[in-house]
Structure formats: structure tokens, C-alpha cells
């Protein structure tokens, strides 16, 4: 079956980076595209951007550009998205989800808490 | 960005009832393919958003006959007949036509 395992919660200062992973298994990670969405109480879902595990093509959410990173490596099937220059307004739950348009499956979220 | 509205914010409902929930998107969702992506998702509490309908009215693998999805370009409703405790939580509409991905804010289906 199809399962995307995140990686664990992260506590995190302001101004550093961190790079939560997704690792793909129960399907051909190349065959499905890998979207980053980003929850928030105050602000919902919002979709942050999506990258081809074949060829590693991304688009971004223009919220998002220069805050988000997103790349793949193929030999584990597992997704990476990097956080920069950390907010407390980057504060929130991350999830990753496959699928080019729907979003069948989804990891279990990784929490991010930045804060001194 | 394309905006998606979705209403109630939370609705009550009795076990074994009927709710409907609406989503209308800010511009038409039908895309130049002629594929309407909006996409249905509930999230229960502490767990990922899953899958319910995609593409309007195609419900996901195990995904029961009491949830329906319908409507056309702009206005789409998702309706769950005889409800049962499993399906209280949040439900988004998402749209995937355009760029940014954009998510409705939810409505919360709760007990009356």
C-alpha cells in the first residue's frame, strides 16, 4: 500500500534552516508527482509547491519562493523540502501529498515550532 | 490566486442525517483539457487530510456511497447522506486547475 513516512517534529531558532524528508514507498516514486502543503490554524491549508521526482522540475507557489526548496533523491524515494531564514510565521504543520492534481495519499505531517 | 469559499464554516448535524456542504471558486475550474479538477478531502481530528472525491464526482478507492460530489464551474457541492461518527471532522475543497493550488477554509461537521 501506499504510505509517505515523514520525518519527526522539529523545534527550530529563527533565522536557521531546517529539512524535513518524506520517504515514498508502495508505488513508483518517479511516477507521482510530490506536493508540500503547509497548516496553520489561523491560515488553513496552503499549497507551497510541487516537484517531478523524474526529472526534478518545481513550481512554487510564489508565497513560497526563496522561503521553500524543494528536491527528491531517486535512490530512496524520498522527498526533501528546505525551510530558510526561519519566522515564527513558518511555524506550523507540513505534510507532503502525491498526486499531480489530486492528492491521493498524504505522510502523517511534520510539525515545525521556531521560536528562541 | 483563485479564491475557493466554502460555507458553512460548521455545520451541525444529527447521526443518521444528511449534510451539504458548498464550495465556489472565484473563477472557472474547468480547465483548458476539459477536466474540472476540485477535489474533496475530510481531515479528522489529529490525522492527514484524506481523500474523499476527485475530479467533482468520483469517489476515492473505499470511499463509501454516502458521500456524493457535484456540481460545474464554478459552484460544487459535496453532499454526505446518513451520516455516521466517522465522518465528523474538516472537509476542504481543493482546486488543482490553476496555479497556486488553492484550498477552501473548511467546514467543520460536528454533532448537533
Known amino acids: 500500500q501506499v504510505q509517505l513516512q515523514q520525518s519527526g517534529a522539529e523545534l527550530v531558532k529563527p533565522g536557521t534552516s531546517v529539512k524535513l524528508s518524506c520517504k515514498a514507498s508502495?508505488?513508483?516514486?518517479?511516477?507521482?508527482?510530490m506536493n508540500w502543503i503547509k497548516q496553520t490554524t489561523g491560515q488553513g491549508l496552503e499549497w507551497i509547491g510541487i516537484i517531478n521526482p523524474g526529472s526534478g522540475g518545481t513550481s512554487y507557489n510564489v508565497k513560497f519562493k526563496g522561503k521553500a526548496t524543494l528536491t527528491v533523491d531517486k535512490s530512496s524515494s524520498t522527498a526533501f523540502m528546505q525551510l530558510s531564514s526561519l519566522t515564527p510565521e513558518d511555524s506550523a504543520v507540513y505534510y507532503c501529498?502525491?498526486?499531480?492534481?489530486?492528492?491521493?495519499?498524504w505522510g502523517q505531517g511534520t510539525l515545525v515550532t521556531v521560536s528562541s | 490566486d483563485v479564491v475557493m469559499t466554502q460555507t458553512p464554516v460548521s455545520l451541525p448535524v444529527s447521526l443518521g442525517g444528511q449534510a451539504s456542504i458548498s464550495c465556489r471558486s472565484s473563477?472557472?475550474?474547468?480547465?483548458?483539457?476539459?477536466?474540472?479538477?476540485l477535489h474533496w478531502y475530510l481531515q479528522k481530528p489529529g490525522q492527514s487530510p484524506q481523500l474523499l472525491i476527485y475530479r467533482v464526482s468520483n469517489r476515492f478507492s473505499g470511499v463509501p456511497d454516502r458521500f456524493s460530489g457535484s456540481g460545474s464551474g464554478t459552484d460544487f457541492t459535496l453532499k454526505i447522506s446518513r451520516v455516521e461518527p466517522e465522518d465528523l471532522g474538516d472537509y476542504y475543497c481543493l482546486q488543482s486547475t490553476h496555479f497556486p493550488r488553492t484550498f477552501g477554509g473548511g467546514t467543520k461537521l460536528e454533532l448537533k
Open positions: 501529498a502525491s498526486g499531480t492534481t489530486s492528492f491521493a495519499y
Open positions: 508502495g508505488y513508483t516514486f518517479t511516477s507521482n508527482h
Open positions: 473563477q472557472s475550474l474547468v480547465h483548458s483539457n476539459g477536466n474540472t479538477y
